[in-house]
Every structure is written in structure tokens, then in C-alpha cells.
């Protein structure tokens, strides 16, 4: 009699527990939304993995990466996963276009973004967010039409006299501005200087001559992001079939690494989470083992009616559309 009375304890005691933790982890998932751990913690490793805070924002803005988050456009939201394929994708795009005078002007211009929160009042900063949106699009728009091109490039021109103009009209931006258009040049020069020595400097370029290209230009524009590319293609000219293939497959069992890395940061946060949510909910509702287990000794009404609760959530897990942990809580209560 006692043994089958102490198993039935026992069965309500694990049911409780069990709807707490759920209602713990459901607590730290809204915490994690709400402070949107997940996204930032990702752009944070890609910012770390480019190495520059404009290019970051210059990879972000890829069509591939911003169709990730739907609300990106309208709120700047970051997507909380990237498919390794679609990161390499985008890297490679940025990689290719590294020695073009648009992405010279782009990753200048995503620098603008955080001097505009100095202009005042709001409204005449809302509406330079605005005016700087505008000259963004033109320059993405740009990249896409120059090829590599020089700067004589009637897209490029355009940019450039936007940008200008974005210094005349808002004086707090215009010695920014100006750095933009003068370390483009300069840069720009370096890059073409670099390019021209090589021996094929004048043939027609493959997509893998391209990307080495670019990746000489990173030596101008982000070393740091030049030294990982070099380990990603080393050894890969003497291995037979697609080198662009290779490369592509080493810059993704690169991300998939950091994103393992990432994973292992984010599970001790969110242990360290639930244990916090988990004392907080205890002390709220005053949960004490020892004394649910007495009240479940002396009323066998109340082992019952949690015995058969537990005994339905079994039952019903192997369901095709199981009942959610809601409804059978609200069902106990009612009970």
C-alpha cells in the first residue's frame, strides 16, 4: 500500500517539475526574443570573422542575407541564422567587388551610419537616415553595373557627387564625407597599382581570377580579412577539379566552425538563463518540494487527478497534433 502511495508521490512530483521547467525554458525563450540574443550574437561573430565593422554592414546588406530577416528593410532587424551556403555566397560576391570603386564608396557609406545619430532635431535626422538610404541603394546599384570599371564610370560619378552632396546639405557630415571620397581615390589608385602588375593584369578574368583579384585588393582595404582568405586558399591551386568549388567549400567549413563555437556560447547563456528564471518562478510561487510531497501524501483526490494528467500526457505525445502544455495545465487546474 505505502509503495504503490510512494510511486504515485513520486509520479506527481516529476509532473509538477514538468510543467515548471517548461514554463522556465518558455520564460527564457521570450527573454532570449526579446533581447534578441540569437541575432546579435551572430552578427557579432561575422563582424569578428570580416574583420571591419562597415564590411559587416556591407554583407548584411547582400540581397541573400537581407531576405533572411523580413524585417530588415523596414526595421534594420538582423536574421538569427544564416545557411552556410548562402554566407559563402555573399562573401564571395563581396570578395569579387573588393577592388571596385562602388564597394570603395559602400563600406564608406555604411560609416555614416552611426554619425548621423550627432544631427539634430530628430526630424532633420530622420531625414538624413532618409537622404543616406537613398544614396546607399544608388551605390549597391552601382556595383552591380561597374564590373570593375574605372572610376570614370557614369554610375560611379553619380555616387560621388551624392556623397557630396549628402556633406553640402548636412554640415555634421561633411568632413566624413569628404575622408569617403578621398580614401576612396587613394585606395582605388593602390588597388589598380596592385592589380596591373600582375601578368594577366589585361586578359579577360574567370570567376576564381576574380576572386584572387579581389582578395589582392583586401590588402588594402581589410588585411585582417585578407590574411583568413589566404588560409582559405592555400593548397587549393594544386588540388584537381573547380577551385572556386574548394574556396567555397573552405569559407563554409570556416562559418559552420564559428557557428559551433557561437552554439557552445549561446547554450551556457541560456543554462545560466533558465537557472535564474527558474529561482525566480520557484520563489514567486513559492514552490517547496517537501511540502507538495506531504500534500500529495495526505490527499489521494490530488495524486489522482495529477496520476491521470501525467498518464494523458503520455498518451497523447505520440498523437500526430498533441495537445500543447497550456491546455493540459489550465485542464489540471480546472480539476
Not at 562559418?255 to 557561437?262: G, I, P, Q
Request: net charge neutral; proline share 4%.
Amino acid at each position: 500500500m505505502y509503495l504503490q502511495v510512494i510511486f504515485e508521490v513520486v509520479i506527481g512530483l516529476v509532473f509538477i517539475w514538468l510543467v515548471l521547467s517548461t514554463a522556465t525554458m518558455q520564460v527564457g525563450e521570450w527573454i532570449a526574443n526579446l533581447l534578441k540574443w540569437r541575432s546579435t550574437d551572430l552578427e557579432k561573430t561575422v563582424q569578428r570573422m570580416l574583420g571591419d565593422a562597415n564590411l559587416t554592414r556591407l554583407f548584411y546588406d547582400h540581397p541573400l542575407i537581407r531576405s533572411l530577416s523580413a524585417d530588415q528593410v523596414t526595421s534594420g532587424a538582423r536574421p538569427s541564422y544564416i545557411p552556410a551556403n548562402q554566407f559563402s555566397t555573399a562573401l564571395l560576391k563581396i570578395i569579387e567587388d573588393a577592388g571596385s570603386e562602388s564597394s570603395l564608396l559602400l563600406q564608406g557609406l555604411y560609416g555614416l551610419v552611426p554619425q548621423i545619430q550627432s544631427i539634430q532635431p530628430r526630424a532633420r535626422r530622420k531625414q538624413a537616415s532618409l537622404d543616406l538610404a537613398r544614396v546607399l541603394e544608388l551605390a549597391r546599384l552601382s556595383s552591380t553595373v561597374e564590373g570593375g570599371q574605372p572610376m570614370g564610370n557614369l554610375m560611379v560619378a553619380s555616387v560621388q557627387k551624392e556623397i557630396a552632396g549628402l556633406g553640402a546639405h548636412y554640415p555634421e557630415l561633411k568632413s566624413e564625407t569628404q575622408a569617403i571620397l578621398q580614401s576612396s581615390d587613394t585606395q582605388k589608385a593602390e588597388i589598380d597599382a596592385l592589380v596591373g602588375a600582375l601578368p594577366d593584369a589585361q586578359s579577360p578574368a574567370g570567376a576564381f581570377n576574380k576572386i584572387l583579384r579581389g582578395a589582392l585588393a583586401l590588402r588594402i582595404t581589410d588585411p585582417e580579412l585578407r590574411l583568413t582568405l589566404s588560409s582559405l586558399l592555400m593548397g587549393i591551386e594544386e588540388t584537381s577539379g573547380d577551385c572556386l568549388q574548394a574556396l567555397r567549400a573552405n569559407i563554409e567549413s570556416w562559418f559552420n566552425d564559428s557557428m559551433d563555437r557561437l552554439s557552445g556560447r549561446y547554450k551556457r547563456r541560456a543554462q545560466w538563463t533558465a537557472f535564474v528564471v527558474g529561482l525566480v518562478i520557484a520563489a514567486v510561487l513559492n514552490v517547496d518540494t517537501i511540502s507538495i510531497s506531504n500534500q500529495l501524501w495526505r490527499e489521494p483526490v490530488l495524486r489522482q487527478a495529477i496520476n491521470a494528467n501525467a498518464t494523458q500526457l503520455l498518451a497523447q505525445s505520440g498523437q500526430a497534433n498533441p495537445p500543447t502544455m497550456t491546455s493540459l495545465v489550465l485542464a489540471m487546474q480546472d480539476q
